[in-house]
Nanobody, 128 residues
Framework: QVQLVESGGGLVQAGGSLRLSCAAS??????????MGWFRQAPGKEREFVAA????????NYADSVKGHFTISRDVTKNTTNQQMNNLKPDDTDIYYCAAYRSIYWPDAWSPGIFESWGQGTQVTVSA
């Protein structure tokens, strides 16, 4: 069982930046064996893929809507995945969730069902 804890959400004005972090842990958890990802969800809407990273090779993938202004990274010394979000827009307002699955599988399309473990989520609010 993997535990994921997000931090770093908050309120920011449009054009501002936030950095989300996700700390991963578990009794038999090996960070480099996992793919880590970020999703976001607004009330009444489906959970949407944002970004993913292969923690061993640092390969990344992004949703088209965030390319160029979100950056996912990992710190293998701290078992942490980070997401730097720049030039935020009101449309980026959502609850952001960290997720993980244990595999080398790198899909062509990303869906929540691929991921085995989830954090509780952190609220990001961007004011106009």
């Amino acid at each position: 069982q993997v535990q994921l804890v997000e931090s770093g959400g908050g309120l920011v004005q449009a054009g501002g930046s936030l950095r989300l972090s996700c700390a991963a842990s578990g009794r038999t958890f090996t960070f480099s064996s996992y793919v880590m990802g970020w999703f976001r969800q607004a009330p009444g809407k489906e959970r949407e893929f944002v970004a993913a990273i292969n923690t061993r090779r640092s390969t990344t993938n992004y949703a088209d809507s965030v390319k160029g202004h979100f950056t996912i990274s990992r710190d293998v010394t701290k078992n942490t995945t980070n997401q730097q979000m720049n030039n935020l827009k009101p449309d980026d307002t959502d609850i952001y969730y960290c997720a993980a699955y244990r595999s080398i599988y790198w899909p062509d399309a990303w869906s929540p069902g691929i991921f085995e473990s989830w954090g509780q989520g952190t609220q990001v609010t961007v004011s106009a």
